[in-house]
């Protein structure tokens, strides 16, 4: 099969766009920041099951990164992706420059509340205003019918749906499953920065987390199991952990028995910060 249209610019992603509308096929989108694995190639299934056409965005987005972030040293791999695009069926890559994207006198933010409190905003207090800046102007230049989100980034995921509700985006928002290896270890990009020792570490993120989320369930007491998982990754080798919570699935308020719920993680492997949740089932 023929790979993707590459639109590098707003203009062009338009002039394709008003071919599909044209003749009335449904667009789904998934934003993605590049260096595609396995974890996005299954939204884009996801999308392709759901709509006629496909687009992924790809762009690396430098208003969700704190000057201390890794946005220099984020993976780049332009040609590779576009050929996961082309084996998965995708229509089109847009793939636009920064200044694209932010030109100059760009002067606008986004910022959510609701769901956007905590947890990630604890630690990363520039990253959902990014996020929700860059996915704003997304939708507004690629107007999908709906758009695919992984559940891998949970709290980003209801933020995007909270940002929809709160501003009339006509976009339906998406939430896939989270891809993981054998090991049950998320795919990520940033797995990419992991060596063999630090691989094996990473794989008892979820290990813990499951183990810990059925306690939960089971009737444990919530901050004792967070507090107990804590100790067991800084035990497993992770460097420092930025937070393990539970939390109501949706609105991220506090978990309560009686609802389906989260269990959230942050952890330090050397430089590296990876995330990941598991679902805490209501108890019975
Ligand atoms: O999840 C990501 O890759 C990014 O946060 C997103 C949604 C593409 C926005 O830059």
Redesign the pocket.
């Known amino acids: 099969m023929s790979g993707p249209h590459i639109s590098r610019t707003i203009a062009d992603l338009r002039t394709e766009l008003k071919g599909w509308r044209q003749q009335g096929l449904s667009v789904a989108m998934v934003?993605?920041?590049g260096a595609l694995h396995e974890g996005h190639l299954s939204l884009m299934r996801e999308a392709l099951s759901r709509a006629d056409r496909c687009i992924v965005?790809i762009?690396?987005?430098p208003t969700?990164f704190a000057p201390t972030e890794d946005l220099d040293k984020y993976p780049r791999q332009l040609e590779h992706d576009i050929e996961r695009l082309r084996e998965v069926g995708v229509h089109l890559a847009f793939t636009p420059s920064p200044d694209e994207v932010y030109p100059k006198g760009f002067a606008t933010k986004i910022i959510v509340g609701g769901p956007s409190a905590g947890l990630e905003t604890d630690f990363r207090p520039h990253f959902f205003e990014?996020?929700a800046t860059?996915?704003t102007k997304?939708f507004q230049q690629a107007t999908p019918d709906c758009a695919v989100?992984?559940e891998k980034?949970y709290q980003?995921l209801c933020v995007?749906r909270q940002m929809c509700r709160d501003l009339d985006i006509p976009v339906e928002i998406v939430g896939a499953p989270t891809v993981r290896d054998e090991h049950g270890l998320a795919m990520s990009?940033r797995n990419a920065y992991l060596d063999e020792a630090q691989l094996a570490i990473a794989r008892r993120l979820n290990v813990i987390l499951r183990g810990a989320s059925a306690a939960i369930s089971g009737g444990a007491d919530p901050a004792a199991e967070t507090a107990s998982a804590s100790l067991a990754l800084l035990d497993a080798g992770f460097k420092t952990i930025d937070y393990v919570a539970a939390r109501e699935c949706g609105s991220l308020g506090p978990w309560r028995p009686e609802t389906e719920g989260r269990l959230l993680a942050a952890a330090w492997l050397g430089s590296t910060r990876l995330i990941d949740n598991v679902e805490i089932a209501a108890r019975s």
């Open positions: 934003p993605t920041m965005s762009f690396v987005n969700q990014g996020v860059v996915v997304l989100f992984g980034d980003q995007v990009s």
